[in-house]
């Protein structure tokens, strides 16, 4: 990737701080951009080399703060009009979903809107990307965040096109906007913000040196159906209720149209409407969840696990898993068998 920075010296990046930030992604953001250029070396060469990233830590008042999970950060500088880093990287926010951001970041909104107007390049992970929705400036764009809130984010933020399956998203004028998914996603951000402004050849070096592997799946094998989210269509919440004990059995739609006492037309309606899914997609979703733990927790085959979750084609089976998860059943139970283990 060719190098953005027009400044001499290091690249600036800040790192935004909020009260409603954790502090695991900001320090390990910080750690990760401040190893370009200068951890390789020593490891190698016995001598730490020039770094070529300096990341700070900035917020609005540039005061020490309290984080949400209880740390305690130090920003170095505050955001006012002078300050025009080469990016800023928002990362993960907590709020509750049910209420939404509403009042919660105002400053830090109107400080990213002026520096998105000055040509600043405006990178997030996770749940961050709720901060350029509510600047306005995802209408008409791709986007991606944690897979568990692509749903607020489309419904909250008209004219987005949010991509739950994608680990990293670049979108917006000259590609200024930059989002990655949930969790550990915060160091495919920086690798990739290292290749932007240094070279691809130094984000393979940082990747080495901290261990870290590329989410080239995406987020769609982390993507798991929240199982308690029942519509408020009472006689739709009753067949998905009825479907969680029964999606193994043979034709499991035509199980939920007659305990519904709907005809099939409208029992379809108002399923799509219920759920944002037709029938035999949520039945789909529901079975490769129930594939998805049984192959992190057992050995059975392939074959029974697909027998297990309601199809006789283990062949058909391996295809929708792979079609839907991004991942083929073995090479997914080798993703997550192993998680815990030694």
Sequence with gaps: MANDNKTAGPVQIGILAMPQATASPIYGMQEVLGSAGRDWSLLVEGEAGTPLIRAEIVSVEGEPMELANGALVRPTRRLDRDYCPDALCILEVTFDPAEGPDGLFEREVAWIRDYWDR????????????????????????????????????????????????????????????????????????????????????AIRVAKVHLIEWHEDGQQPFVAINHQRQSSDAVIAECQRWLA???????????????????????????????GMTPIEYVLTLRLEEAKQILETSHVSVEAVAEMVGYQDAAFFSRKFQQRVGLTPAQYRRKFAGVGRV
């Design 119 to 202: 040509g600043g390049l405006l990178a997030t992970a996770c749940t961050g990307a709720v901060l350029l929705g509510e600047a306005g400036l995802l209408a008409g764009q791709d986007a991606t965040t944690h897979w568990g809130f692509c749903e607020f984010m489309a419904s909250r933020y008209p004219g987005v096109r949010m991509h739950p399956e994608r680990a990293m998203v670049a979108s917006g004028t000259g590609q200024r906007l930059i989002m990655s998914g949930g969790g550990t996603s915060w160091m495919d951000l920086g690798l990739y913000l290292i290749a932007r402004f240094c070279s691809q050849a130094e």
């Design 245 to 275: 004990h029964h999606y193994d059995q043979h034709s499991p739609v035509a199980g939920m149209i007659s305990l519904s006492g709907l005809s099939e037309r409208s029992f379809h309606r108002r399923f799509r409407q219920a759920t």
